[in-house]
């Protein structure tokens, strides 16, 4: 029997149904993770998985550090992919650039930072010395798991390098962003939908990750629809970027979650 923290959606997202990513700035953050701790409690986790009113909290941690490449500084993120003996069947070979998991009364009290720190520690070893910053909340209805849980994305920063713990279920590569943006591009059935949704946002400027506004998401999905056309953009192309960049109005829904 497991028990999982829980925050009720209400006291999260205060009556809005909010979709992908949420970037905050640092009162915003420090507010959502006081209602996290505030409001969250323990809870089975098989009654959770069936009752969405309650949102299971996930630290969502992206790795990334910053080289020097040609003279400039670049970041890369760790690209992580689950092999067929780890984990949950639905997740065998989608790739991922999140590294978390559910947080469990072990954690307590601090269950937000405690849990982030064992959950990286569980997957990777990362030399030298690494830092986490919140980014952001991740939240996915489109999905019976995404409706169920919400990601507290993080950014952990490190100086040295990474690598997977656990081998034999997971393989794991340093990625450019620009490598990242057009792997996604290119094979997004490929990636965890979490996953997906936060590349959609991510950036980069001096050798730091940064994330667009929400409004950029179409458009540049609207002109990967053009370029995959051949340069001109079909008839439609925006509203379907729209749909695309917001799943919850395209009348389907994703074919994984994170």
């Not at 205060?14 to 905050?24: A, D, I, S, T």
Request: glycine share 10%; aromatic share 6%; net charge negative.
């Amino acid at each position: 029997m497991e028990f999982v923290w829980v925050v009720k959606r209400d006291e999260l997202f205060q009556g809005r149904y909010p979709h992908g990513l949420e970037v905050g700035d640092e009162l915003v953050l420090a507010e959502q993770v006081a209602r996290i701790l505030e409001h969250g409690f323990f809870v089975e986790r098989r009654h959770a998985e069936r009752d969405w009113t309650m949102k299971q909290v996930i630290p969502y941690c992206v790795v990334t550090r910053r080289r020097e490449v040609d003279g400039a500084r670049r970041a890369e993120v760790f690209r992580t992919r689950r092999l067929s003996k780890g984990g949950e069947s639905r997740l065998h070979g989608k790739r991922s650039i999140g590294i978390g998991g559910h947080l469990n009364p072990v954690d307590a009290p601090d269950v937000v930072a405690s849990g982030l720190r064992r959950e990286v520690e569980e997957e990777l070893v990362l030399d030298g010395v690494w830092t986490a910053r919140a980014v952001g909340l991740l939240n996915d209805d489109a999905t019976d798991v995404g409706a169920v849980h919400v990601g507290l994305v993080q950014l952990v920063e490190i100086e040295d390098d990474a690598s997977v713990r656990e081998t034999d279920t997971l393989e794991g590569a340093w990625v450019s962003v620009e490598e990242l943006a057009e792997s996604c591009r290119a094979e997004r059935a490929s990636y965890e939908t979490w996953s997906a949704l936060v590349i959609d946002r991510m950036s980069e400027s001096d050798g730091r990750i940064t994330f667009v506004p929400p409004g950029q998401v179409a458009a540049r999905i609207a002109a990967r629809i053009t370029t995959e056309a051949g340069g001109a953009a079909p008839a439609g192309a925006s509203i379907a970027a729209a749909r695309m960049a917001s799943p919850a109005l395209a009348g389907s829904v994703p074919s994984s979650a994170g």
